[in-house]
């Protein structure tokens, strides 16, 4: 298998432990159906399926394989798009989740493609999905009523504004479609349908081979594939590049579409690349770099994977550069960058030092941060490649921008040429790529070594969990009669619908406490914004004295004028200045400081939201006497109310107003010309103030909204009836229950004391 027999025979004996520890969990279904969920990941390697992957890792000759992750519409189509060609939309940019397809990139003398489509069942569990859609429109819906229901009769005389069922359904329609499964499974099976249903060809699950005589022509036909719009693109699981590139000849990249997918298939085949990978670009967006997302998936990579070679890009840098930065970079570029790449990296340092755990991976990262982080711009590099006939409407509002907030960089073609270049930073990510290349050997030991040794430690900590879990399992059918499961049973029954509301209904008010935290921690942050800009206004105003010769009155004057040239006089009055550069650059700073205020409230709000949430639930059940503490499942309680703040991943930068022309000027102004600016910076900053006060009460909302559309109660009483249910039948026969518990432990153990 490979050239250490050490490691031979260490692979050798933790697969025979796999092989044991699942005939253990299949010769008890009933025991372990719900444990495995609990103590495995998502793609649990089978013995044969961890015996191939370390011989692939271990395979002499093979290529080097980079994986390149990070969420959707982070910028990683188009950071590959320019290291490898040119900038150009050879890779597509994905429109939503279901449209992003994992693909492959390796060298072939001539351009052609391999698309894997959706099998049949793929599409079945798509239609799955589709159905749990409606089904989910239709609780929501009757849920929202009831507690409408509720609010009326416990109004005690106050108004309470009539529900629209019409009106109500369509906002819970919207909401649906925001959700990464749900709706976007619908959107994709919907496609599907349009289309015609999957091509009956295409059912046997063979890849699509596609040809072309250049990677242009490839790149025209791939559109109808993986497009946003494209029309196979509903069929489009995975796809597989093979491009007569140099860089290619060494190396395989694969762009992931991330995990979580809600197409089994394409995630099993993500993690499968997953296990392949050497090393990882991680690309995040500088306006929200390693949000939890990126860590998640690092977590993985690092502990599970064995990836030790993982790089950071901060992608998307241009839309930093025009807050804090240009103002304190006094529009220096070159200053500019440097501070940026001096703040990414203390960011990355703290947030990687307090997610760290065990992780070796990121510990490894962490020792040489400071040469594994780039600051990149797809749009810069654009800039640099592509002619002006080509850029679109984004690539010009920057250009326009750049021109405007670093005036000396790009006053001519020549010095725009010089500069974009450091902005786009391809040549430092190219390094990166430079790098593992040169050490591919000591890499590709490292990462066999590596992947055995994470893989050992996810089996002990999976044994670890089975013990506990069975152990706890065991205790509670010993110590639990029927009597006492059947009498729990009708009190959750009977409590059910109840209870469901009087959960819903604490969750309505966490919503609305946790909206109201938001708006004030918003509304804080933009009046410190606010009050610092009009100090800085302040500070800008000033005067001059202006001294002029003018004519004087008088006959006397006039004949000095005419004989000798005299009749002058000069007069000197003051006159308003104000600095231009400076409003210019706290005007738009504010662009950038609202949006990290919003990043920044939101994670604050979520950090303390799971405690809040629980003890407002157990608070109303208590106090409605609803179900006794006894028969509220802690764990299925936390589980439902991280499911209601799963829903509160992200949300749109505030859209404000562009600086307007007439606040581009520099330099210091003076009389009318003063007066005019201020006057105009006046306006813009009210609309700014407007459009950033509508904009935290839009974020307030939508934070509510996302809040109280996930159905926390039913989710709750679903999960402890299913509990109880299965406790039941194991009370029933207990003596056989017990006998097989012990039986199961007692292989375990033994499995645990072979290590």
């Not at 359904?169 to 249903?197: C, F, N, S, W």
Request: proline share 4%; charged share 25%; aromatic share 6%.
């Amino acid at each position: 298998m490979t050239a250490n027999h050490n490691i031979d025979r260490q692979v050798d004996l933790l697969a025979e432990r796999l092989s044991r520890f699942d005939e253990a969990l299949n010769r008890y279904p009933d025991l372990s159906r719900d444990l495995r969920g609990e103590i495995q990941e998502s793609e649990w390697l089978s013995a044969d399926a961890f015996r191939s992957a370390v011989a692939e890792k271990a395979r002499e000759g093979r290529q080097l394989r980079v994986g390149i992750i990070g969420r959707v519409k982070a910028g990683k189509s188009s950071l590959l798009n320019a290291l490898l060609f040119e900038g150009k939309d050879i890779l597509p940019k994905a429109a939503t989740p279901m449209t992003a397809s994992l693909t492959v990139l390796a060298y072939g003398e001539a351009p052609r493609a391999e698309v894997d489509p959706f099998t049949p069942e793929d599409v079945a569990e798509m239609a799955r999905l589709a159905a749990d859609y409606e089904l989910a429109l239709k609780t929501r819906v009757a849920n929202r009523l009831a507690q409408h229901q509720e609010r009326l009769a416990n109004a005690g005389g106050r108004p309470i504004p009539p529900l629209d069922r019409d009106r109500l359904e369509q906002t819970v329609r919207r909401e649906l479609d925001q959700d990464p499964h749900l709706g976007a499974a619908k959107d994709m099976y919907e496609r599907i349908l349009e289309a015609g249903g999957l091509p009956a060809q295409w059912a046997r699950g063979e890849a699509i081979q596609l040809e072309a005589d250049s990677i242009e022509a490839l790149r025209l036909r791939l559109a109808d594939y993986v497009g946003a719009n494209g029309k196979f693109t509903p069929f489009t699981n995975c796809l597989r590049l093979y491009l007569p590139l140099p860089g290619l000849k060494d190396l395989e990249v694969v762009d992931t579409p991330g995990i979580n997918d809600p197409i089994p298939s394409r995630e099993k085949r993500t993690y499968r690349e997953l296990h392949r990978c050497d090393a990882v670009f991680v690309v995040s967006p500088a306006g929200q770099f390693l949000n939890a997302q990126d860590l998640d998936l690092m977590d993985r990579l690092g502990q599970k994977e064995g990836v030790r070679e993982v790089f950071l890009v901060a992608s998307q840098v241009d839309s930093q550069l025009f807050g804090s930065e240009q103002r304190q970079s006094g529009g220096q570029l070159p200053a500019a960058l440097a501070s940026l790449q001096q703040v990414l990296t203390q960011q990355a340092r703290q947030t990687l030092a307090a997610q760290r755990g065990d992780n070796p991976g990121v510990k490894q990262l962490l020792t040489g941060l400071k040469d594994r982080l780039a600051v990149t711009s797809s749009v810069a590099h654009a800039l640099v490649v592509q002619p002006e006939s080509e850029w679109d409407s984004n690539t010009r509002h920057i250009w326009q921008m750049l021109g405007k907030g670093y005036p000396l960089a790009f006053a001519t073609p020549q010095l725009a040429r010089e500069n974009l270049p450091s902005l786009a930073g391809m040549a430092r990510t190219q390094g990166f790529l430079d790098l593992v290349r040169k050490r591919k050997e000591a890499i590709q030991a490292a990462s066999v070594d590596a992947f055995f040794q994470d893989r050992a430690q996810v089996i002990a900590q999976s044994l670890a969990k089975a013990l506990e879990v069975l152990g706890h399992d065991r205790s509670k059918v010993e110590t639990t009669s029927g009597e006492v499961l059947e009498g729990q049973l009708k009190a959750m029954l009977a409590a059910r619908n109840q209870g469901a509301k009087v959960v819903n209904l604490a969750v309505q008010e966490v919503a609305n406490d946790s909206a109201d935290a938001l708006t004030n921690a918003l509304a804080a942050a933009t009046d410190a914004f606010f009050s610092k800009v009009r100090r800085t206004a302040e500070g800008a105003r000033g005067t001059e004295v202006e001294s002029r010769t003018v004519d004087s009155d008088g006959v006397g004057a006039w004949f000095a004028r005419i004989l000798w040239g005299g009749g002058r006089e000069t007069r000197t009055r003051t006159v308003q200045t104000i600095k231009a550069s400076t409003i210019r650059d706290a005007l738009m700073s504010l662009h950038l400081d609202l949006q990290r205020a919003q990043a920044a409230a939101v994670a604050a709000q979520r950090n303390q939201l799971r405690k809040t949430m629980e003890r407002a639930v157990m608070g109303r059940l208590r106090g409605g006497k609803v179900i006794a503490d006894r028969d509220i499942d802690g764990i299925a309680l936390e589980q439902a109310c991280m499911m209601a703040i799963s829903e509160l991943r992200s949300f749109d930068d505030p859209q404000l107003p562009i600086l307007p022309d007439e606040l581009t000027r520099s330099g210091t102004l003076t009389g009318y010309e003063a007066d005019r600016f201020e006057q105009a910076a006046q306006n813009y900053l009210l609309q700014l103030q407007k459009a950033a006060s509508r904009s935290g009460e839009e974020l307030s909302a939508a934070y509510e909204k996302r809040l109280k559309k996930v159905d926390v109660g039913t989710s709750l009483f679903a999960n402890y009836e299913k509990k109880i249910q299965s406790l039941k039948a194991a009370v029933k026969e207990k003596t056989v229950t017990l006998k097989r518990y012990d039986a199961l432990l007692a292989d375990l153990k033994e499995l645990r004391r072979g290590a």
